[in-house]
T-cell receptor, first 111, second 116 residues
Framework: SQQGEEDPQALSIQEGENATMNCSYK?????LQWYRQNSGRGLVHLIL?????REKHSGRLRVTLDTSKKSSSLLITASRAADTASYFC???????????FGKGTTLSVSS | GAVVSQHPSRVICKSGTSVKIECRSL??????MFWYRQFPKQSLMLMAT?????????EQGVEKDKFLINHASLTLSTLTVTSAHPEDSSFYIC????????????FGPGTRLLVL
């Protein structure tokens, strides 16, 4: 079953603009991860944020986590055409034995 | 480090045939490997979890007799799609981890299966 639900499902922006994607989840978590997937390729791990963290940065990426709302956001600043990809959030299932992925946001950055 | 490979990257087969996909951890020992299926424009859906030397644990709705998983060594897991049908056409991704939390998985590049 899907744990994370991202919105929007699709996002189209111009180069230089910021892109914000949101993820909601249903159960308690220890941490939440964001991944990127280029078309027809495997997953690239972007960032992990722990449940006791509210915000984390990595380069042009900024992730927030609100455990009270069971939601997270991924912000990509100053987007580039190379950021065009699908982005997924993922959390561990309740048993802690597997990752459950959200439906993903497809980002298209045009130059 | 932590590289996972898959072979083949793409495969086309006729309906009714079986296809084997390999997943290898190249620079670490993978005690657990995961197999996911991803249909176009959809998310990854976990199919099964395999621990080295044990039978795989399949997710609800995944036919274990159709999707045979073997994790015979700490660096290799195979997924065999038996009697493939066009509806099995999908992107299959494996991941592997070596102990630790489930979050520390390393993903393979995926295998595109097209069943004609």
């Amino acid at each position: 079953s899907q744990q994370g639900e991202e919105d929007p499902q699709a996002l189209s922006i111009q180069e230089g603009e910021n892109a914000t994607m949101n993820c909601s989840y249903k159960t308690s978590i220890n941490n939440l991860q964001w991944y990127r997937q280029n078309s027809g390729r495997g997953l690239v791990h972007l960032i992990l944020i722990r449940s006791n963290e509210r915000e984390k940065h990595s380069g042009r990426l900024r992730v927030t986590l609100d455990t009270s709302k069971k939601s997270s956001s991924l912000l990509i600043t100053a987007s580039r055409a190379a950021d065009t990809a699908s982005y997924f959030c993922a959390t561990a299932n309740q048993a802690g034995t597997a990752l459950i992925f959200g439906k993903g946001t497809t980002l298209s950055v045009s130059s | 480090g932590a590289v996972v490979s898959q072979h083949p990257s793409r495969v086309i087969c006729k309906s009714g045939t079986s296809v084997k996909i390999e997943c290898r951890s190249l620079d670490f020992q993978a005690t657990t490997m995961f197999w996911y299926r991803q249909f176009p424009k959809q998310s990854l859906m976990l199919m099964a979890t395999s621990n080295e030397g044990s039978k795989a644990t399949y997710e609800q709705g995944v036919e274990k007799d159709k999707f045979l998983i073997n994790h015979a060594s700490l660096t290799l897991s195979t997924l065999t799609v038996t009697s493939a049908h066009p509806e099995d056409s999908s992107f299959y991704i494996c991941s592997a981890k070596s102990g630790g939390a489930v979050e520390t998985q390393y993903f393979g590049p995926g295998t595109r299966l097209l069943v004609l």
